[in-house]
């Protein structure tokens, strides 16, 4: 683990750093840290999003007092790897292993800080695949649902169609890995993990019928700290009932869900990814207010 460069601010400094994983992939990160931090905040991405999404609201967690860890999984933006069609990268791996890299990475910096997490998206699940999820005191879960279509809107299902079998296809095909383009605004995508998310997108029972083969390890059970999943209406993919689909992988978790209109934050729009846009700042001052709420805790054991 190196730091790389830093970036000066008024408030807080933000500086790159590598994390390296069990298993010996380097991860790039970026720790935006306040001056003198009163907690620690890990942010875990959807499915195809870079770190640098997520720098607003790691500005505005760190200007509270937070230290504030960003991180691409292996394949992603600062962590791409030069041949992504014959990489290996499948979703099990971010889980496994850059998640628990990267909340090890933080822990070791914040010291007798809590610990927090923020996730958006598939960022919340795989919770349970972190052996070390002990660490973290709560979560915050924006956006987070399952993949199976049918959790989702209905005037959504003819472009997950056409993005699982028809943009999705054709890319494989013609580049072997998900290429960005033809309405795919993410960043590519290692074939195998395009293949897993497209076969779980067929069942309610999502990935949890992977448990004990393709999962396994799996800790789901394990996790006992609360759990705060915020979805919003006009979100077609993370909708109440794929967000409490999500939660049931949680048995032992203290789990809420809230549900949300963009005009309560004074906001026109939100949907699956605008959340951490910025201009969300009433958005986040919940969230921030609920992982805070028990005051000045504990260290997460």
């Excluded at 069990?22 to 499915?47: K, N, Y």
């Excluded at 919340?124 to 959790?151: C, D, E, P, W």
């Amino acid at each position: 683990m190196k730091d790389v460069q830093q970036e000066q601010d008024t408030q807080f400094q933000r500086k790159s750093v590598e994390i390296k994983t069990e298993d010996g992939w380097l991860l790039t990160g970026d720790l935006t840290a306040a001056a003198d931090p009163t907690s620690a905040v890990l942010i875990s991405a959807g499915t195809g999003f870079p770190k640098f999404f997520y720098h607003a609201l790691a500005d505005f967690l760190a200007a509270r007092g937070a230290l504030v860890l960003t991180y691409d999984y292996r394949g992603i933006g600062k962590s791409a790897v030069p041949d992504l069609r014959n990489s290996g990268i499948d979703y099990p791996d971010w889980g496994h292993y850059d998640m628990p890299a990267a909340l090890d990475f933080l822990h070791d910096r914040a010291t007798s800080l809590p610990i927090f997490h923020i996730a958006h998206s598939v960022g919340g699940h795989f919770v349970g695949l972190m052996k070390n999820q002990n660490l973290i005191r709560r979560h915050a879960f924006l956006s987070v649902g399952t993949g199976y279509f049918g959790g989702h809107h209905l005037r959504n299902w003819p472009l997950e169609l056409y993005f699982w079998w028809g943009l999705g296809q054709y890319s494989l095909m013609r580049w072997g890995y998900l290429r960005p383009g033809g309405g795919w605004q993410g960043e590519a995508l290692p074939p195998k993990l395009f293949r897993t998310w497209r076969r779980w997108s067929c069942k309610r029972s999502y990935f949890e019928r992977d448990y004990g083969s393709f999962l396994d390890p799996q800790y789901y059970s394990d996790v006992t700290a609360p759990i705060r999943s915020w979805v919003f209406t006009d979100d077609p993919i993370a909708t109440e009932r794929s967000g409490w689909d999500l939660l049931q992988a949680y048995p032992k978790a203290d789990r809420s869900l809230v549900i949300r209109e963009p005009s309560a934050f004074g906001v026109r729009r939100i949907g699956h990814e605008g959340a951490f846009r910025p201009g969300r700042q009433a958005l986040w001052q919940e969230c921030w207010d609920w992982l805070n709420q028990d005051g000045e805790a504990q260290s997460a054991q």
